[in-house]
């Protein structure tokens, strides 16, 4: 998708300042660990002192001196970490919250611009974020740069002990390492083809009624699972190689303790450090393998969440965000399409040549064509959906791109040839989900698209839930649905794309009645259609034929005008044009 230098930063910016505050987090969480580690010492310092003194002087003052101090530290530790968890917590909330709107823009832009793209799962990218800052992985590795101090009381104790502890945390180091290298390509592999086979199976729940019809469920199947074995055989390698590793790191872990152990027996035989140390040692090298081991366990969830953040980078560098407009005075109606060019996606071809047409407020166009002519891609120009390549299409003079986006939306209703609805009930889906919409808006819209009694027939009248894409209703309903939800709050310009494909005869003439009412309301109404009775309601007729205006006919001449199967249309007397 193309888009200047400016926006780009823009997008960039965005990005960049969700990640500025998330880091400002994460680094004083860092800063947290630091007194966090320093409080892990409590325990090994408490056996040492029983060791070294309690025991020696056999002293129980100093030992309930020294059990006391050691409570107390443990109580300050476990509410440090509680704090450090609300921390983190918060912060993948803000990131979230942050992120939630722009990103929702973005994924839905980034849709319209390329149709043939699946951006949904942008939208776990942020959850996913989210989930490691809250989770063990994030925790392992603020912890792992405090490794050398535990490193360095080992040292302290003797260079021996402190030679075996270095030794077996550069080598589970250098296997988390292994483990990123000889996972990243299958992980990788692993999510492209999962987004595929997961997007084909979404198509084809979305039809399951068309795939049970035609006999395809075994077919489509087969595809998808042939899809799904590249997801697991990647998966499979990953887990192979990342278990294998992490079952060598365990082993070396516990061969470290047995070589710490024997090694500190050995300077305790010759006398150069006492029991006690010999097993303070033992935990300080524990302690100082458990970040780095938990690293290995938790690297395929840093490698996921690591991607996320890669994409959603790049989502926000890629896909401006939207400009702020002023807002222009509510225009009376008047539309111009001025040598509109439009080009077919991935592709040089031209879906549109050269259209252009001029509406007066209250005026009505039929758009008429063969299949592939170009009437659905016009109408979506009209709506706002897309832009065009060359030439310009403006209301009241003012091109739709330099109205604000929220505005224009207001000002529109567009009916596109899937009547689709959102889940929910029929009063939302008309209200188009606006907070502010009142019931008499909603009755309004209801009586002046002709579903007001349908809708009274429904289980729950507008209250009655749709379901997912409308299924829980017939098509005719939802395209009468569909009609008042377009008609809402009475636009200035209606975009109509085959509006009676699923219609019965009450349905059609609901929607003759609506189109002149809102005529007469001087709303300009625009309709792709290829039934004549539509063509009635018209002031003029644009007949495409491979994107190019064939004939541009005023209604009067409208009967000359042949229709896809080549008969000839003869308007009927409609609110007294013919």
Wanted: charged share 20%; aromatic share 6%; net charge positive.
């Amino acid at each position: 998708m193309r888009k200047s230098s400016a926006a780009a930063d823009a997008g960039a910016q965005t990005f960049a300042t969700a990640r500025k505050r998330l880091r400002l987090w994460v680094a004083f969480v860092f800063g947290f660990s630091f007194f966090l580690n320093l409080l892990t010492f409590v325990g090994p310092l408490y056996m040492l002192q029983v060791y070294e003194r309690v025991m020696t002087s056999r002293s129980q003052e100093t030992l309930l001196a020294l059990t006391v101090i050691a409570g107390f530290l443990l109580v300050a530790y476990a509410a440090m970490e509680m704090i450090r968890f609300r921390i983190l917590v918060r912060a993948g909330l803000e990131f979230d919250a942050g992120l939630a709107r722009p990103l929702f823009n973005r994924i839905l832009r980034l849709k319209l611009a390329e149709p043939e793209s699946n951006p949904e799962p942008l939208l776990r990218d942020a959850e996913r974020i989210r989930e490691f800052l809250t989770g063990p992985g994030l925790l392992a590795l603020l912890d792992a740069p405090w490794v050398p101090l535990f490193l360095l009381i080992c040292f302290l104790f003797h260079p021996y002990l402190g030679l075996v502890a270095l030794i077996g945390t550069l080598t589970i180091f250098l296997l988390a390492i292994l483990n990123e290298v000889l996972t990243r390509k299958p992980l990788t592999d692993a999510t492209t083809a999962a987004r595929i086979a997961n997007g084909f199976a979404a198509s084809a729940l979305t039809h399951a009624d068309l795939v049970q019809s035609m006999g395809m469920e075994t077919a489509l199947r087969d595809t998808w699972t042939e899809a799904r074995q590249s997801v697991l055989h990647n998966q499979s390698v990953a887990s192979d190689r990342s278990g294998s590793i992490l079952a060598l790191s365990r082993f070396i872990r516990m061969a470290l303790q047995i070589a710490i152990l024997g090694t500190g027996a050995l300077l305790a035989l010759d006398q150069q450090i006492t029991p006690g140390i010999m097993i303070v040692a033992s935990i300080m090298m524990g302690r100082a393998l458990s970040p780095v081991e938990q690293a290995v366990g938790q690297w395929r969830g840093f490698i996921q969440a690591r991607q996320s953040y890669r994409r959603l980078s790049e989502l926000f560098v890629r896909v401006a965000q939207d400009t702020a407009r002023t807002a222009h005075p509510k225009p009376h109606g008047k539309l111009e399409i001025d040598k509109v060019s439009a080009r077919i996606p991935g592709s040089n071809d031209l879906a549109l040549k050269g259209v252009s047409v001029s509406l007066d407020p209250g005026e009505c166009l039929a758009v008429l064509g063969t299949s592939g002519s170009g009437k659905s891609t016009l109408l979506r120009h009209l709506a706002g959906t897309l832009t065009p390549a060359a030439g310009t299409i403006r209301l009241d003079g003012t091109e739709l791109a330099h109205w604000p986006s929220s505005q224009l939306g207001a000002l529109t209703g567009y009916m596109p040839q899937s009547s689709t609805l959102f889940i929910g009930t029929v009063a939302q889906n008309i209200a188009r989900f606006q907070p502010d919409a009142t019931d008499k808006e909603i009755i309004a819209a209801a009586y002046l698209s002709g579903a007001y009694d349908m809708i009274k027939g429904l289980p729950e009248a507008f209250e009655t839930e749709v379901g997912h894409n409308g299924d829980r209703l017939s098509g005719g309903q939802r395209q009468r649905v569909a009609l008042a939800r377009a008609v809402f709050r009475v636009p200035k310009l209606l975009i109509l794309d085959e509006p009676n494909s699923n219609l019965d005869t009450a349905g059609e003439e609901a929607l003759i009645k609506c189109i002149m009412a809102l005529r007469h309301l001087k709303t300009t109404v625009v309709v792709a259609t290829h039934r004549s009775n539509l063509v009635a309601t018209s002031s003029k007729v644009m007949v495409l034929e491979r994107g190019a205006v064939q004939k541009l006919l005023e209604t009067a001449d409208a009967v000359k005008a042949p229709t896809e199967s080549g008969t000839p249309l003869t308007p009927k007397a409609q609110g007294g044009t013919a």
